[in-house]
């Protein structure tokens, strides 16, 4: 295959992979069931500031930016550039469906089907990440971090990386609990999102759209 198709084939698979994950974070979003670490992260830091959650996310995405470029040694201005340009469509769909979801009653179904949802919705980001990270054309920047931790001191192994890329997270979630004594946005699809994300990723590799490789660039 030569570069051209091969670029078209990585760019086709990128667009399924942003509707992929706008949509199951969306699920999550909607099913009031537990965000992942890194939104809820944003939500409490978001209570804690009363800055509106938009804002604290870009900065957030902003923050992990810079540590990608420490992690990486060097400060890649076309992948910095990448992955702010993904935050941004990444946001306005998730915040669309969402809405659209809340619009047509989602919260009204019974908490078991929100549930199921919830789970659905965690199941689809960690495919739809292992699907961007293949393509490796744009990342979110949280995601990048994943992938780089992932690649260059973890071996490969997606579901020890992911956990470790949880612990800037994790501690903004307990330094804002330690400060408010309260916590948001926490919930069963958290745990599910830290326990079974980076597996979901991994198993996806393997067995979703297997054609596609990865392109390492760390």
């Known amino acids: 295959m030569n570069k051209k198709s091969d670029f078209n084939k990585r760019l086709f698979f990128l667009a399924i992979s942003i509707v992929l994950n706008s949509f199951s974070s969306a699920l999550t979003v909607a099913s009031h069931c537990g965000s ?5 992260s944003s939500v409490n830091l978001s209570e ?15 923050a992990v930016v810079i540590a990608n470029g420490l992690l990486l040694k060097h400060f890649d201005w076309h992948r910095m550039l990448g992955n702010l340009v993904f935050m941004v469509p990444f946001s306005y769909l998730v915040g669309a469906i969402s809405s659209g979801l809340d619009t ?26 292992s699907i961007y990270q293949r393509a490796n054309i744009v990342l979110h920047p ?3 971090l994943t992938y780089i931790v992932r690649f260059k001191f973890m071996n490969g192994k997606a579901a020890v990386a992911q956990w470790v890329s949880y612990i800037p997270a994790i501690s903004i979630i307990l330094l804002t609990f330690i400060v408010t004594h309260h916590i948001y946005s926490i919930g069963l699809g958290t745990i599910l999102a830290f326990i079974l ?4 990723t991994g198993w996806a590799d393997r067995h979703v ?4 490789k990865h392109h390492l660039n760390v």
């Open 36 to 40: 992942a670490l890194w939104t809820a």
């Open 48 to 62: 804690w500031f009363n800055f509106p959650l938009g804002t604290v996310l870009f900065v957030e995405g902003i």
């Open 104 to 129: 047509h009653g989602f919260l009204n179904l019974p908490l078991s089907v929100r549930i199921i949802a919830d789970a659905l919705g965690i199941v689809g980001i960690g495919v739809a990440v």
């Open 142 to 144: 949280n995601d990048d």
């Open 197 to 200: 994300q980076g597996a979901v």
């Open 209 to 212: 759209f297997t054609t596609l």
